[in-house]
């Protein structure tokens, strides 16, 4: 029977309620910190307070997108989401490669060993914090997704090992595999490569299109491929400002789309209330759903990209 794999265990697709698709809650300190201090949320009472105000204005999940080795920790997870009660979703695979020094397990390790210690953590139990020396001890506490990434060298022989494990993680799992997009032109390679290797669209979330990939035609046929994409440039205005988000998100909407769509905050310390920044995990309820409704998006088309979206793509199987 379906079901979503939650860090507390699993639920009924139907029990995931409002749910944002793409977040990081936790991230302790270490090498990707060293890369840039924003990503680096540590503290589990901060992170705890933040899911609580997002539990108190309608929030009821969240999908934590740090993988493997780079500073996930599912104890940490677990414990913020049974304080918050809101369900989060954890993430095994790989991340882009410059979160990872040069001589890291994931860029030492065979691919079929990747590939049966990402599928392990689907279904026995992620392993607990291994940035700095393999996986050693394993946690109770299971993904609910595969992660990968691709960066702006694009999906070059050493991301091609990477995604060949994490395809295979995903087909003897039926987990949905998430991936990181970082210029145009990569989604349609890393739909294509994937699909190559027999993952199903269906299975495929493909994030950051709405900063990485200018062209709408481009967005328009994955969807109709059977991909969902990701959007999550709300409020980061290095990008855009939240006029073109939510045009886009409505352009979107027009091509008749809705069904294929999520969106998230792409959380990082720099915005997160509670460790100093200005919005918070709350800014869909407080500003970015007012906006939307103000170009005229219905309740239903709002249930569908948060409620009903999520509860089938983040369903195992």
């Not at 939650?6 to 944002?20: A, K, N, R, S």
């Not at 990081?24 to 300190?29: A, E």
């Not at 073109?244 to 409505?250: D, G, T």
């Not at 008749?256 to 999520?262: E, I, P, T």
């Amino acid at each position: 029977m379906s079901h979503i794999m939650t860090v507390l265990g699993p639920i009924e697709p139907q029990d995931l309620g409002f749910c944002q698709s793409h977040e990081h809650l936790c991230l302790l300190p270490g090498w990707c910190r060293a890369q840039n201090p924003a990503h680096c949320m540590e503290d589990r009472e901060l992170s705890a307070r933040e899911l609580l105000d997002f539990y108190a204005l309608g929030g009821r999940a969240a999908v934590d997108a740090q993988p493997a080795g780079c500073g996930r920790d599912g104890d940490f997870l677990a414990e913020i989401s049974r304080k918050s009660r809101v369900h989060l979703i954890a993430s095994t695979g790989f991340h882009k490669l410059c979160f990872y020094p040069p001589d890291h397990w994931v860029t030492q390790w065979e691919e079929t060993d990747l590939a049966r210690l990402w599928q392990s953590e689907l279904s026995e139990g992620m392993y607990a914090p291994c940035d700095t020396a393999p996986p050693s001890r394993r946690t109770g506490v299971k993904a609910g997704q595969i992660k990968a990434a691709v960066d702006r060298e694009g999906l070059t022989g050493r991301y091609q090992r990477l995604f060949r494990a994490a395809a295979a993680a995903q087909r003897a799992t039926g987990a949905p595999l998430m991936v990181h997009i970082e210029a145009a032109g990569q989604a349609v390679k890393a739909a294509d490569f994937l699909e190559g290797l027999g993952v199903p669209p269906r299975r495929v979330i493909l994030c950051h299109l709405d900063r990485a990939e200018p062209d709408l035609a481009a967005h328009i046929s994955l969807c109709r491929r059977g991909y969902a994409l990701e959007y999550d440039t709300v409020a980061r205005y290095q990008f855009h400002d939240d006029h073109h988000e939510a045009a886009l998100v409505r352009s979107l909407l027009e091509a008749g789309c809705a069904s294929s769509l999520l969106m998230g905050m792409d959380t990082t310390r720099v915005r997160l209330w509670h460790y100093g920044g200005p919005v918070g995990l709350c800014y869909f309820f407080t500003d970015f759903l007012p906006r939307l409704r103000r170009l005229g998006v219905e309740e239903s088309t709002l249930r569908q990209i948060f409620v009903e979206n999520p509860a089938r793509r983040f369903a195992m199987g």
